[in-house]
């Protein structure tokens, strides 16, 4: 039996749900000013995934690089629902 496909599925969803809490953490204590990490390191881990031969490491590192891209939409849309009451916001934070 092969369990590539499993461990893959597994990681993707571990990867996921690491991002939600990131995402939230971070427009609290910065604000959507950290947008640039996200693209940085979402970039940095796709160009990488490249360029490692084993299927496994390479899709959790394409799958980590695509969820920093797209921690960069949610980390906007995370201020909105801070706008709207759903989340807390930070009293000390000064934008």
């Known amino acids: 039996?092969?369990?590539?496909?499993?461990?893959?599925?597994?990681g993707t969803f571990l990867i996921i749900?690491?991002?939600?809490?990131?995402?939230i953490k971070c427009e609290y204590y910065f604000g959507t000013?950290?947008?640039w990490?996200?693209?940085?390191?979402g970039i940095a881990s796709i160009v990488a995934a490249l360029f490692i031969k084993d299927v496994m490491t390479s899709a959790l590192l394409g799958v980590f690089g695509a969820s920093s891209l797209w921690a960069i939409g949610e980390l906007f849309e995370q201020k909105k629902?801070?706008?709207?009451?759903?989340?807390p916001k930070n009293?000390?934070?000064?934008e």
């Open 1 to 10: 039996m092969y369990f590539t496909g499993i461990f893959i599925a597994i």
């Open 17 to 23: 749900g690491v991002f939600h809490p990131i995402v």
């Open 33 to 35: 000013s950290q947008w």
């Open 37 to 41: 990490v996200f693209l940085a390191v």
């Open 81 to 87: 629902r801070v706008e709207k009451g759903w989340f």
């Open 91 to 94: 009293p000390r934070r000064k």
